[in-house]
């Protein structure tokens, strides 16, 4: 057996250089014995003794140095099984398919399973499944629980291919070759620490009474305080009981610091303190509601408190009585389920009309944009804008690509009219030509850049006004110098009429200006039936006193044969699915199919036992979804899920996918929001 063993490597040459030394040796004695025989013949005596020594020592201890380092091997061997076998980290081998070849004492203890175990380790851990195992990479890892604790799995390729070629006892493919080396490692600890730093973190909020004026105004006038007390007496006794602290900063508004773990109990209870307010009645006619802003995760307090203040902009921008957390790039939404309450005073619309006349006066030209698709809404505010830029002899545009149905009997009212430009109407290339360091683009009836005709617009010039009535999203154009957005209002046109009331004394409204206005307020509240308040319907006869005629606007939306059946087909195939009556519009053969869903889904509200209605309508690629409801169902709430946005009653979504697909979705969307609770 020893005779098989050959030594190689360093430890051959420490075995033979005697026996090299023996050879430099004797050619020494070969000189000498040439220089004198004597010497040399003396030398060769001893040279001759050496070498019998060398060759005796050398063949009767390489055996026993061979059996001696074939010994240790075998003990270093089982030292290393054993070190592996005892290791306090788990570890085992797999084959490549997953299936448990071998694992030490640590491994069999966690998974409670005999170390001759051999079934797939999917059976073990369920989460570590075929797919997870390292093929294509040489190494992978994979969190999981496991037993009631954190496990992270390190899984390594070790390749088999040298044993394999020195083997005649298997065949495996070559593909194949390897086996895969598991070490498992306790997170719990870890992620413990991690989560409890997580929870200690200060988080920073602010609240806001929205009504508290109005509020105030519908009680007498002795139980005012007391008013006031009972609601700061339940904000305090709310935000103490989850370990915060309350400090009230003004009459109406208060600034909020708790851990975050308390912040994780108010989202899970879906900010509860919204509905509890609204039970404070001493007398007063009018409910207090909230808004309620919480930053979360920034890189320092400040941070945090100036996502706080995104925050509660975006929660009072959206209407109120809700609120909203900011977490980093992520926003999350609480409430807003009820209708925010109209404010009777016109204060701040006399005040952004100042201030948008002032914009105007410092700039040479005016730009006037909408959404996409655009709507009568959008237009008819659009040439209040174009109004009121023209009175104060600016030279103003209107951007518009794609003319609806809808819209073009009223640009047909423009074009060719000799007292307007024929330059009035651009497209969006032709604006991007126009526009220069001396132009302010004003743009209504959207707040998101990427819905607006011209996103690339808004880069281009410095000064921007956004005159709105949607609940703004995460998505917002922030670079403004002057916002507008008032979720109460009906319309655009209501608050461009509003702010031209108020923009120059002198302003003469002419009378298809007038009928465009009124034409907006008239389709966003679909004919006063839906969405009004008493600001609505004074707009309204300010422009009736302007000139604008309702037999005209009337007839400037009478639709044609193809456009009426399109929206019967609708309603005549819409399938009532819990309360909510969907459909699907034909698109083929109109020329704004969108605008006659929009129309369909008005019409579903008419239907006895519908709370809302959802139109899907095939259009340039895309699913258009157009949601209505009167007021039990808020279907902004439902759209922000797919993506849009909206009002409480009226709002829409885009989908990229196919009609069946998108129908699915709204399904979808509408189960998991009422067993969640989060639909009114």
Known sequence: MNRKVK??????????WPLLLMILICIMNGVVFVIDRKAGGAMATFTFIYVIFILVLYMRTKNTLMNDLITFATQYGQIQKKLLLEMKIPYA????TGKLLWMNKEFSRISEKDRHYSKSITSLFPSITKDVLPNEL????????????????????????????????????MDKSYIIALYLFDRTELNTYIKENKEQKLVTGLIYLDNYEEAL?????????????????????????????????????????????????????KFSILDEVKTVNIGNEMAVTLSIGFGVNGGTYAQNYAYA?????????????????????????????????????????????????????????????????????????SIGIYRAARALNKKAYVVINEITTSVRPLLECFVNNPDYDGDMFVTSNESLEIVDGSTVVVVVDVNRPSY??????????????????????????????????????SSSCEMVAEILQYFDESIKIKGIEADCLYA??????????????????????????????????????????????????????????REFAISVCPASGLESPTVVGAQAANELLNIVGVKA??????????????????????????????????????AGAQLECDVEEAKSIVKETIDEMIENGDLA
């Open 7 to 16: 030594l190689k490597g360093a430890i051959k040459i420490y075995m033979q």
């Open 93 to 96: 081998v797999l084959d490549n």
């Open 138 to 173: 040489e190494e992978c890892h994979i969190l999981f629980e496991y037993d009631g604790k954190d496990y992270e799995a390190q899984m390594r390729k070790v390749s088999m291919d040298n044993v394999l070629e020195t083997t005649s006892l298997v065949n495996v493919d």
């Open 217 to 269: 105004e519908s009680v007498e006038e002795v139980r005012r305080s007391l008013l006031t007390a009972l609601i700061d007496r339940k904000i305090n006794k709310y935000i103490s009981g989850m370990d915060g602290i309350v400090k009230k900063l003004e009459k109406d508004k208060y600034f909020v610091v708790m851990k975050q773990k308390h912040l994780d109990t108010l989202q899970n209870n």
């Open 309 to 381: 203040r995104t925050s509660i902009d975006l929660a009072l921008g959206r209407g109120g009585d809700q609120a909203v957390v900011k977490d980093n790039d992520k926003i999350f939404y609480y409430g807003g389920k009820t209708k925010q309450v109209e404010k009777s005073t016109r204060v701040k619309a006399r005040v952004k009309a100042h201030a948008l006349r002032e914009l105007m006066e410092a700039n040479d030209k005016i730009i006037v944009m909408g959404h996409k698709i655009g709507d009568v809404d959008s237009f008819g505010a």
């Open 452 to 489: 607006t005709e011209c996103e690339e617009l808004l880069r281009r010039v410095r000064s921007i006004v956004v005159l709105d009535h949607h609940r703004q999203g995460a998505e917002s154009i922030e670079n403004a110098v002057l916002s507008y957005v008032e979720t109460y209002a």
């Open 520 to 577: 907006g307020i008239m389709i966003d509240t679909n004919n006063f039936m839906s969405k009004t308040g008493v600001r609505t319907f004074e707009a309204a006869a300010y422009l009736k006193r302007c000139g604008a005629d309702v037999s005209r606007v009337r007839k400037l939306f009478r639709d044609d044969m193809a456009t009426y059946k399109a929206r019967a087909e609708a309603v005549r195939h819409a399938e009532v699915y």
């Open 613 to 650: 209605s959802v139109v899907l309508t095939e259009y340039n690629g895309k699913i258009y979804v157009s949601a209505r409801s009167i007021d039990e169902i808020n279907v902004q709430l439902i759209m922000e899920r797919l993506g849009g946005g909206g009002h409480l009653n009226i």
